[in-house]
């Protein structure tokens, strides 16, 4: 086919697919005596695919490795490109929902009060960059990705880090006391380790992590979890869709500031009486800091704190310490 024929046939310009050409997205045969381009239905269905990344918003960079990927491994890279472009799309749509409630509150203020004072405006607006700042900050300060492939093997090493591992996913499964009919979140759920209990009681679940390679490690464990790439901050569900929350050994890994948004947007994605279950490493009430010598990155929570955090939003919460540092949290909400 010549250039006009699959011009017509994708519905785009012949510029468009010139300009793919130059960016080195596609090569299609030129013929020797005139140059002229020849299509074959391989060419057309790159196209094809070029047309729908970019209609999901993906940059051609990610795109010409979304196909350099595929031409290599398969469809396993573009389906990364695909949750990455998706994980994108939810963060936007989160600042975007955060965009309106700001003005929906500046509305109901002018509304009761008949004038919206200066500070009101800058406090508002203020809290909502804030936010906003939050998510597009994140970043994977930890190399998940290259820890992934030993990850199983660390957590059964008794290390500092993950010491009484096992006892406390246990706990949060028998904290949480699912039914058949539930559907849980597993949140920075890694391999899967946590998750896979619920599954194994034929639970349904969820499980979110910011690695990739962590993520394939999960599906191999566990095919029937629903894994997607994102991250505390812009958890890639729609409003309202879990029964409860769960994480193990991950929220250390978040800023306070952080950690109040996570647990907003668990909130979000559960329903009205959803409720949440966190074990991760802990500072005990009475003690000042966390452990010495570690990773300064980390910023453990103190427990009385989150616990305050969590009952500002509506929950009852009860605790139990495991270890020295390691804590589980569980709330459950009371309006």
């Known amino acids: 086919m010549k250039i006009k024929e699959v011009a017509e046939r994708l519905n785009?310009?012949?510029?468009a697919i010139r300009f793919y050409e130059e960016k080195g997205l596609i090569s299609p045969l030129k013929q020797a005596d005139n140059r002229y381009r020849s299509f074959g239905e391989q060419d057309v269905w790159r196209l094809q695919t070029i047309i729908s990344l970019r209609e999901a918003g993906m940059t051609i960079e990610d795109i010409k490795q979304a196909l350099a990927g595929m031409d290599g491994n398969g469809h396993n890279e573009l389906q990364y490109y695909l949750e990455l472009q998706r994980s994108v799309l939810f963060a936007k749509w989160?600042?975007?929902?955060?965009?309106?409630?700001?003005?929906?509150e500046m509305i109901d203020m002018l509304q009761t009060q008949d004038a919206l004072p200066l500070e009101d405006i800058y406090?508002?607006?203020?809290?909502?960059?804030?936010?906003?700042?939050?998510?597009?900050?994140?970043?994977?300060?930890?190399?998940?990705?290259?820890?992934?492939?030993?990850?199983?093997?660390?957590?059964?090493?008794?290390?500092f880090e993950f010491k009484d591992y096992e006892a406390a996913l246990d706990m949060a499964v028998t904290w949480i006391s699912a039914i058949p009919g539930e559907k849980g979140l597993d949140i920075g759920t890694g391999t899967g380790n946590l998750a896979g209990k619920f599954i194994s009681l034929g639970i349904g679940m969820a499980g979110v992590d910011q690695s990739k390679e962590m993520l394939k490690q999960c599906r191999t464990k566990f095919p029937e979890l629903?894994?997607?790439?994102?991250?505390?901050?812009?958890?890639?569900?729609?409003?309202?869709?879990?029964?409860?929350?769960?994480?193990?050994?991950?929220f250390h890994h978040l800023t306070d500031e952080q950690k109040r948004l996570a647990i907003d947007e668990m909130r979000r994605v559960l329903k009205p009486h959803g409720r949440i279950c966190?074990?991760?490493?802990?500072?005990?009430e009475g003690r000042k800091s966390g452990p010495t010598g570690r990773d300064r990155t980390e910023q453990y929570v103190r427990v009385p704190d989150?616990?305050?955090?969590?009952e500002e939003k509506g929950y009852f919460t009860k605790s139990r310490?495991?270890?020295e540092w390691l804590h589980l949290v569980y709330?459950?909400?009371?309006?």
């Not at 989160?94 to 929906?104: A, G, P, S």
């Not at 966190?278 to 005990?284: F, G, K, N, S, T």
């Not at 989150?306 to 969590?310: E, T």
């Open 306 to 310: 989150l616990i305050g955090w969590l």
């Open 123 to 159: 406090r508002l607006a203020e809290g909502s960059k804030r936010l906003r700042d939050q998510r597009s900050h994140w970043r994977d300060q930890w190399d998940f990705d290259r820890l992934a492939g030993s990850h199983d093997e660390r957590v059964a090493n008794d290390s």
């Open 226 to 250: 629903e894994a997607k790439l994102g991250n505390f901050l812009a958890l890639p569900f729609l409003d309202g869709k879990f029964d409860f929350a769960v994480t193990s050994f991950a």
């Open 94 to 104: 989160l600042e975007i929902k955060q965009i309106i409630e700001t003005t929906d």
């Open 321 to 323: 310490q495991i270890n």
């Open 278 to 284: 966190i074990a991760d490493l802990m500072i005990a």
């Open 12 to 15: 785009i310009s012949p510029r």
């Open 331 to 335: 709330a459950i909400p009371i309006r």
